[in-house]
């Protein structure tokens, strides 16, 4: 899984959907799609997306497993899958999901109570802002958490910020809007059907970067190595902090 690209020091992003501003929360409809219609992202991260757990462990740990008393974070688990993953094959290492959606994250515990784990906790954290000390985390996970979220420069630096020196990040995007919009199309359809509410705070179609634009994401932290590679529909990142 060799990166075929480095990243260079970003002007401007591009993106093949609407920018971070046109997908800014309207303070009016600052409910989620996560909250209502929870068993339908939960149920295309079971049997839709790609299942990254091999790749994260090739690049995260390509000498071998990681160290015991490892700490890692999952920012935007969702229901837990990478998470439990990780901690089901790791048992001597410590994993902290967060996530915004509170239903999210009940899915994520009862998977975890299911599979007897006792190396992996879920906390209600926003990605924007984690309330997490400076320093504290060896290795930071994100999927498919771009898609939704604006500001995504904002999330990289609290990365950077919660990881310790030499530690690392690995992230993976999806590469086609199409597919990446799925879920969200999928969840939108079913609360109009069910009149769950009139707005919510997530878009209609999912934001997927250019392989340039992927690129320029990370230089705005100092990084002391960045990788970047592509794999079918995915695009990935793997950065190494100073």
């Not at 046109?22 to 989620?32: E, F, H, L, T, Y």
């Not at 999927?143 to 919660?162: D, G, H, K, W």
């Not at 690392?168 to 086609?176: D, Q, S």
């Amino acid at each position: 899984m060799p990166p075929d690209a480095i990243a260079s020091r970003p002007n401007t992003i591009e993106t093949s959907t609407p920018s971070a501003a046109a997908v800014q929360i309207n303070p009016r409809q600052d409910d989620s799609l996560f909250e209502h219609v929870a068993w339908v992202y939960v149920f295309c991260r079971e049997h839709l997306f790609r299942d990254d757990t091999e790749r994260i462990i090739a690049a995260l740990w390509p000498s071998g497993p990681p160290n015991a008393g490892t700490q890692l974070m999952e920012i935007g688990c969702g229901p837990g899958f990478y998470s439990c993953q990780l901690a089901e094959r790791f048992h001597n290492i410590s994993i902290t999901g967060v996530d915004r959606s509170e239903t999210q994250l009940q899915r994520a515990r009862e998977r975890a109570d299911a599979l007897g784990l006792s190396n992996c906790r879920f906390q209600r954290i926003n990605a924007l802002d984690l309330s997490c000390a400076d320093a504290k985390f060896d290795v930071v996970i994100a999927s498919r958490l771009f898609t939704i979220l604006p500001e995504q420069n904002r999330v990289i630096a609290e990365m950077y910020r919660v990881l310790k020196p030499g530690g690392r990040c690995f992230i993976a995007e999806p590469r086609y809007v199409i597919w990446a919009s799925i879920p969200l199309f999928a969840m939108w359809v079913l609360a109009r059907l069910i009149r769950a509410r009139n707005g919510y705070r997530e878009p209609h179609k999912a934001t997927v970067f250019s392989t340039r634009a992927f690129e320029n994401l990370f230089p705005t932290q100092p990084w002391k190595q960045i990788k970047i590679w592509q794999d079918g529909r995915y695009q990935y990142a793997l950065c190494e902090r100073e």
